[in-house]
């Protein structure tokens, strides 16, 4: 729900430069959500959704699986990126969908923010197995990419999750929180984002972190959105609508990791209410949640 509703503020003001955000809102206001008109997800979370029924269904992923679920639940107007369309036209219509995902982008993959913005329930999924977490992050970011750096982001962001969840009913420690981060960080870029992240002092400029598409210019800005205010559902989310550009996605990955610190009860009830309750709506997201809880325990269970 913490990713659902991130997403959902967010994406009104996709795309918008953070100082027309800033002129127009500024983010916080924004959040207050005043006129209390519902608010609608985009494909974040309707992909997460796939995500979700993988794990419950399967209780592990299976990226063949995964991408069949892309392609059931593929809705148009939520607002999928280019190169996600060509991959699920492609799943959907039987063709070598591998293939295309291997050769978007320049022939390397995507490395874009789209594995990262659906996985983090799997973190809290797989938890307290955290290399578990790692493996699967990656089973599920290879329909849509392959590119390291976008593989990266997932795991980043699934792990991230699986900390909070871990400090929950704890003060966060900022500093070893990132370095656990950096310890599972494979690549360059983000080995070097953490790195300069344990320089700043909270609240610092996140500019050079980046706010657009690209998954090592958007996962470090949402984590980082989130460590200033671990216990501030409304603060994370509002900082990341404030970074402009792909706000949907930022506020989506910054609310999913602060939810899975604060729970449902620290999400305002306000915007939990004014998310959209249609098809795959808000009902049927929290039955999800509660299924993947329920399956989560039986596992936990097994011998």
């Not at 980082?224 to 603060?235: E, K, Q, R």
């Not at 939990?272 to 999800?288: A, I, K, P, S, Y």
Request: proline share 4%; charged share 20%; glycine share 8%.
């Amino acid at each position: 729900m913490g990713l659902a509703v991130g997403d959902a503020v967010g994406s009104a003001w996709e795309g918008v430069p953070a100082d027309m955000i800033y002129s127009m809102g500024p983010a916080d206001r924004i959040v207050e959500h005043a006129k209390r008109d519902p608010i609608y997800y985009t494909d974040d979370t309707q992909m997460t959704i796939s995500v979700l029924q993988e794990l419950i269904e399967r209780k592990s992923i299976n990226k063949y699986s995964l991408a069949k679920r892309f392609a059931e639940n593929y809705h148009p107007d939520r607002g999928y990126g280019q190169g996600a369309r060509r991959i699920i036209n492609a799943i959907g219509f039987g063709e070598d969908w591998e293939t295309v995902a291997r050769t978007i982008f320049n022939g390397d993959g995507s490395l874009g923010n789209g594995a990262a913005m659906r996985v983090a329930p799997l973190g809290l999924f797989f938890y307290p197995n955290f290399d578990e977490i790692l493996v699967q992050a990656e089973l599920s970011a290879a329909p849509t990419h392959c590119h390291e750096i976008g593989v990266d982001g997932g795991r980043l962001i699934a792990t991230a999750a699986a900390l909070a969840a871990d400090s929950s009913g704890s003060k966060l420690n900022r500093i070893s929180f990132l370095q656990e981060l950096h310890s599972v960080a494979k690549t360059e870029e983000f080995q070097w984002q953490i790195e300069h992240a344990l320089q700043l002092s909270p609240f610092q400029t996140l500019i050079a972190f980046g706010n657009s598409l690209e998954a090592h210019r958007s996962v470090m800005t949402s984590i980082l959105c989130f460590v200033d205010s671990p216990d501030d559902y409304v603060a994370t989310i509002a900082r990341a609508i404030g970074q402009g550009n792909d706000v949907d996605t930022l506020a989506a990955m910054a609310g999913a990791i602060c939810g899975a610190r604060v729970g449902l009860s620290g999400i305002p009830e306000y915007l939990v209410d004014c998310l959209e309750d249609n098809h795959q709506g808000r009902t049927f997201l929290l039955d999800l949640a509660e299924n993947l809880w329920l399956t989560h325990q039986s596992i936990q269970r097994l011998p």
